[in-house]
C-alpha cells in the first residue's frame, strides 16, 4: 500500500509520458521513442494502481488473468492486421475503450465505496454527475465506432442511411439525456442510471448511420475525440490526474483531426455530422449526364508517355487500398527511377478513409516519407510535373472545386493535377466519386484514362517500362 | 476558506487540453494514423479504474457484480493496450527516410 500523494505523483508522471509520446509524433526519426514513453507511462499506471489498491488476494489472481486475456488477444491482432485495414482497427478500438469506460461507470455505480464516492443511493452529488457523463459519452463512442466499424468493413453499406425527421428525433434523444442525468442525481435511482445508458448507446447508433462511407475520415477522428472526453468524464470521478490528462489530450487530438478533415473537405463539421452528403444532390447529377468523348490508353502507352517524362508525380487514393496496389506501385516507381525519371508522391488530407490512411500505406510498400509531401507542398509542383498518376483518387483531384460555384465541392482544396503536361487517370470506369459529381478532369485534351484494376493496371505498366 | 480539490483538476484537465492542442498541431499529418492508434492505446489508461473496480472485494468475495464489470473493463482495455501500442509499434517501424547510397 502506497500513499494516495505518492500514487497521485506517479499518475502525474504517466500523464506527461502520455504528453511526450504524443510530442514524439512531429517527426518519424522521434515516433519510436515518443511511442516507448506511452508505454512507459502505461506500465506505471498500472503498477501504481496495483500497489496503492494492495490487496493482492486472489482477485488479484483473477485481474493478471484478464489482464493477459485481454493483451494477447490485443497483440494477437496487432501483428496480423494488414495495413489497409487501419481504419476498420482503428474504430474498433474506439469501441473498446467507449465499453470499457461504461463498464467502469456501472461498476462505480454499483460499488462506490471501493471508488470513495460515498454509498449506494447516497453517491456524491459531483461524482454522479462524472460518472454519467463517462457513461453517456462512452456509450456513444461504442455504438458509433461500432457503426463506423461495420461501415468500414463493408458488413454494413457505406450509403448514408437518412429518414424523416431524423435531427429532430436525434436532438430530442439528445435532450432527453440532460433530463435523464438531471432526475438521475435527484432520485439515485439505479433504473434511470440504465436507461441513461441505453438511450446513450441508441444516440450513438443514430449519429453515425446518416454518415456516409467517404466522411470516414472526420467520423473516427470525431469518435476518437469522444474516446477521450469519456476517459476524462471517468477520470474526474476516480479523481485520477493520468486519467484527467490522457483524456483532455485524446479529446483535443481528435477535435484537431476532425478540424483537418473537415477543412480538407471544405465543409464544416455540422454538415458532415448531419449527414446524407452526395445523396441530397440528384440534380446536379442528372445534369452531368451527357456523353463526353474521353482518351482511354493501355498499359504501353502509359509506359511510353512515362518513359519519356523527366518527373511523374503519383496521387493515391482510396482505390488504391482497396485495390492493395501500394507494392505494385512500389516496384513501378523503382523502375522509373533507374531511368532517371523523378518521382514523387501526393497526398490530399483526405485521401482514404482516415487521417495519414495513404502514408501507412506507402510507409509499408518501402516509399521513403520524405518523397511523399502534403497537398500544401506539392501544389506549385504539377505545373512542372510531365506525368501525373492519378491511381483511386477521383473527387480530390476535380478542378471543379476550382471553377464551379455550384458543384457540391466548390472550395474544396484539390490537388491541381490537370496543370501537369499529361495526366493517367487509373479507374475502373468513368463512374463518378463519393460526392456524386463528374469529374472534368476525364475528359480534358491531356487525360489518358487506364481502364482496369489498380493492382493490375500497375503491374502491367511495369512490365511495360 | 478552503479550495475544492475539484478546481485543481478542472485546471489540470484544462491546461491539458491546451498542452494536447499545440501538440498535436506539431504532429506530422503523415503520422495522423499512428496519432489515432496511440491516442487509443493512451487512452485506455482507464484500467487504472477497471483493476480498482475488480479489486473491490470487500466481504472476500471475488465476483460480485461490481467486480465482475471491472473484469470486463480490464479485458477491453487490455486489448486495447496490448493492441494500440504494437500496432502503432508495427506501423511506425516501416517510415523509413530514403537511403543515401543511392546510385
Redesign the interface.
Known amino acids: 500500500m502506497i500513499s494516495a500523494n505518492l500514487s497521485a505523483t506517479f ?1 502525474l508522471i ?2 506527461v509520458l ?2 511526450l ?3 514524439g ?4 526519426e522521434t ?2 521513442q ?2 516507448f514513453y ?2 512507459i ?2 506500465v506505471i ?2 503498477t501504481v ?2 500497489l496503492s ?1 494492495g ?1 493482492f ?4 489472481f ?2 493478471i488473468i ?10 494477437f ?3 496480423k ?1 494488414p ?1 489497409t485495414a ?1 481504419p476498420e ?2 474504430a474498433g ?2 469501441s ?2 467507449g ?3 461504461v ?2 461507470a ?3 455505480f ?2 462506490p ?3 470513495n464516492l460515498g454509498s449506494p443511493g447516497n453517491i456524491k452529488l ?1 461524482s454522479l454527475i462524472e460518472m454519467s457523463i463517462g457513461a453517456a459519452v462512452g456509450a456513444i463512442t461504442f455504438s458509433g465506432s461500432i457503426i463506423a466499424f461495420l461501415k468500414l468493413q463493408g458488413i454494413m453499406s457505406g450509403a448514408p442511411i437518412t429518414f424523416k425527421g431524423q435531427h429532430l428525433l436525434n436532438a430530442l434523444i439528445l435532450i432527453s439525456i440532460v433530463i435523464l442525468t438531471y432526475f438521475l442525481c435527484a432520485t439515485q435511482s439505479s433504473k434511470l442510471f440504465w436507461v441513461l445508458i441505453v438511450v446513450s448507446f441508441l444516440i450513438g447508433l443514430l449519429l453515425i448511420i446518416p454518415i456516409g462511407g467517404a466522411d470516414m475520415p472526420v467520423v ?2 470525431m469518435l ?1 475525440s469522444y ?2 472526453w ?3 468524464g ?21 477535435a ?2 476532425s478540424y ?1 478533415m473537415c477543412k480538407g473537405m471544405n465543409r464544416s463539421f455540422f454538415n458532415v455530422i448531419l449527414g446524407g452528403f452526395g445523396a441530397t444532390d440528384q440534380s446536379s447529377k442528372e445534369k452531368n449526364k451527357e456523353q463526353r468523348p474521353v482518351k482511354s490508353g493501355n498499359a504501353d502507352d502509359a509506359a511510353f508517355l512515362m518513359k519519356n517524362a523527366s518527373s511523374v508525380i503519383i496521387v493515391p487514393g482510396y482505390g488504391m487500398a482497396v485495390a492493395q496496389a501500394q507494392h505494385a506501385l512500389r516496384e513501378m516507381v523503382d523502375t522509373l527511377k533507374k531511368n532517371d525519371i523523378k518521382v514523387s508522391y501526393a ?1 490530399h ?1 483526405v485521401a482514404g478513409r ?4 495513404m ?2 500505406l506507402l ?2 510498400a ?1 516509399v ?5 509531401f ?1 497537398l500544401e507542398e506539392i501544389n506549385n509542383d504539377f505545373a512542372n510535373a510531365d506525368v501525373a498518376f492519378v491511381i483511386g483518387a477521383n473527387d480530390v483531384t476535380n478542378p471543379v472545386a476550382k471553377t464551379d460555384p455550384q458543384s457540391p465541392i466548390y472550395g474544396m482544396p484539390v490537388l491541381d493535377v490537370e496543370k501537369c503536361k499529361s495526366v493517367l487517370f487509373v479507374k475502373r470506369s468513368l463512374s463518378p466519386g463519393y460526392a456524386g459529381i463528374d469529374n472534368d478532369l476525364f475528359y480534358k485534351e491531356n487525360t489518358l484514362m487506364l481502364f482496369a484494376d489498380a493492382k493490375k493496371m500497375t503491374e502491367d505498366i511495369t512490365k511495360n517500362l | 476558506m478552503e479550495i475544492d ?2 478546481i485543481f ?1 478542472l485546471s ?3 491546461l ?2 491546451f ?3 499545440y ?36 466481504d ?1 468475495n ?1 465476483f ?4 465482475l ?31 543515401k547510397d543511392k546510385k
Open positions: 499518475y504517466s500523464g502520455f504528453i509520446a504524443l510530442r509524433l512531429s517527426s518519424p515516433s519510436r515518443g511511442n506511452g508505454i507511462g502505461m499506471a498500472v494502481t496495483f489498491v490487496n488476494s486472489s482477485g488479484f483473477y485481474v484478464f489482464l493477459l486475456v485481454g493483451g494477447s488477444i490485443g497483440a491482432i496487432a501483428f492486421i495495413m487501419m482497427l482503428v478500438f474506439h473498446l475503450v465499453l470499457a469506460a463498464f467502469v456501472i461498476s462505480a454499483i460499488n465505496e471501493a471508488f459531483a473516427i477522428s476518437n474516446s477521450g469519456a476517459a476524462a471517468i477520470g474526474f470521478t476516480l479523481e485520477n490526474t493520468a486519467l484527467i490528462i490522457t483524456g483532455a489530450l485524446v479529446g483535443s487530438s481528435g484537431i483531426l483537418i497526398i488530407p482516415m487521417p495519414g490512411h502514408n501507412v510507409a509499408e518501402n521513403p516519407y520524405d518523397e511523399v502534403e | 480539490p475539484f483538476r489540470i484537465f484544462i491539458s487540453i498542452v494536447g492542442y501538440v498535436v498541431w506539431s504532429v506530422t499529418p503523415s503520422l495522423h494514423t499512428p496519432l489515432m492508434s496511440v491516442t487509443n492505446a493512451i487512452s485506455s489508461v482507464i484500467i487504472v479504474g477497471a483493476i480498482i473496480a475488480a479489486l473491490s472485494n470487500i472476500g471475488i460480485t457484480s461490481s467486480t464489470f471491472g473484469y470486463l473493463a480490464i479485458t477491453l482495455a487490455a486489448v486495447n493496450i496490448f493492441g494500440g501500442f504494437l500496432v502503432t509499434q508495427r506501423m511506425l517501424a516501416m517510415y523509413k527516410k530514403k537511403k
